[in-house]
DNA sequence: ATTATTACTATACAAAAGGATACTAGTGTA
DNA sequence: TACACTAGTATCCTTTTGTATAGTAATAAT
């Protein structure tokens, strides 16, 4: 039986090794080619399958099965499945995932940051 | 000859596939095993390649010397070489890699909520 | 009976990422 | 002469990740 502590935020943050364990975490949720695109697809809506498929059109059907799982099992995704013919299935956010936007938010603002910075070296 | 346009963080965040795209530009910044450890083991202070690699003790030097090129690639690390026999180089974060310290934090603490908010599901 | 629908799965393959191990150049020391 | 040091490279191999393509079950409409 192990022993799981809970860390702190300052505890993570003064340990070079728990930070980047925690930061990793975060890092191989969202990790995948097309994990942030259904993420994306799904902030405004919940989606079925073939919603999402259409919504990001390169995507095999088996990647998208496959990363959904990935989601679900992460706590990423609610799937519901309803008893229509033919059935339907519900994808959508949880109360966590969506907790990621403000993370991918501050991403986004670094990304355009580091690109401007990195263009104006020339 | 392509125009460039430089977009702005409401501009990215209004448009899905931008937002994706910017999105993944800071992930692929540090995507890949080695990248956060290598980063952590930068943050305080400026070490040669043997300290880095004595610091992450599993990393081969086949994998240092890549992820550094690449870091350097990005604009994510200065590389100085110093001409003393044997040589020593010198290897520091910059400025805009610094800057991801804060993008660091919010990605530690969303994984430490995260954590908490999934093992409470059971 | 054939076709369509949804939400997938199965199989095989290609490409990318990472690991193990040995080696190199240039110089200094024993 | 032999060895050690730093900062890597070279070669080969395994693992992981992603792609292509075809197929399935259950049901309903034509």
């Known amino acids: 039986m192990e022993v799981e502590k809970t860390i702190s935020f300052k505890e993570a943050k003064a340990c070079p090794v728990q930070f980047v364990l925690a ?23 919940k989606k079925r399958f073939s919603d999402i498929q259409r919504n990001i059109s390169k995507i095999t059907p088996r990647m998208l099965s496959k990363e959904l799982k990935d989601l679900e099992m992460n706590g990423m995704v609610k799937r519901t499945v309803y ?16 907790s990621l936007g403000d993370v ?3 991403m986004l603002e670094w990304g355009l940051q580091h690109r401007q910075s990195t263009l104006s070296q020339n």
Chains 1, 2 share one sequence.
Request: glycine share 4%.
């Open 104 to 106: 991918l938010d501050k």
């Open 23 to 45: 930061v990793n975490d975060t890092l191989n949720v969202i990790s995948g080619k097309w994990k942030l695109p259904i993420i994306g697809s799904l902030l405004f809506e």
């Open 83 to 98: 008893d229509t013919t033919p059935i339907t299935v519900e994808y959508e956010l949880t109360e966590s995932a969506k």
